[in-house]
């Protein structure tokens, strides 16, 4: 009796394993498809981040509304007046260079006469005064949430 239920057990385990392996077959192929098609999704989107970045770079940072640099020989400079639109928007010297696009370090520059803004920086300044102290929070928040994206993705 003993040699029977032996021959039965191992019978069935052979049987379980031939099931398995032919369940399991199936699995792999699908699981293969699945990785190959994640590995095409990630070179997509990898394609897609580098030609966001690319346009974005061509566009500017678009933090302030764009005037044209042609415009900006018209764009008187103060230093003052940069000092007293900052304090009227409440901002730092750093987040008012984030919203034009220059480091806190130039605007403190620009501020106590240091230096001066090329056309370009001129006319985001210009850009920038037009806009009250809510946009002007609001565009600073878009600004640093594009930033932070950009250093999470590096």
């Keep these: 009796m003993p ?6 057990k191992q019978e069935v385990a ?8 032919q369940q399991m077959q199936g699995l792999r192929k699908a699981a ?8 095409k999704l990630k070179r997509e989107a990898s394609k897609l ?11 500017g940072n678009g933090a302030a509304p764009r005037v044209a640099e042609d415009e900006a ?7 003052k007046g940069v000092r007293s639109h ?3 928007l409440g901002m730092s010297a750093a987040d008012f260079g984030r919203l034009i696009g220059v480091a806190g370090h130039t605007v403190y520059k ?3 006469g240091a230096a001066y803004p090329r056309k370009r920086q001129l006319a985001a300044l210009a850009a ?3 806009l009250g102290k809510r946009e002007a929070a609001a565009r600073l928040e878009k600004v640093v949430a594009k930033a932070d994206r950009r250093d999470r993705s590096k």
């Design 32 to 39: 293969t498809q699945c990785r190959r098609d994640i590995a």
């Design 86 to 88: 900052r304090a009227r």
């Design 3 to 8: 040699n029977i239920a032996a021959a039965f």
């Design 73 to 79: 020989d018209r764009v008187r400079f103060n230093a």
């Design 128 to 130: 920038v005064r037009a």
């Design 49 to 59: 981040h580098s030609e966001l970045a690319r346009l974005e770079r061509r566009i």
């Design 14 to 21: 052979r049987l379980s394993r031939k099931e398995i392996r």
């Design 110 to 112: 620009w501020e106590h």
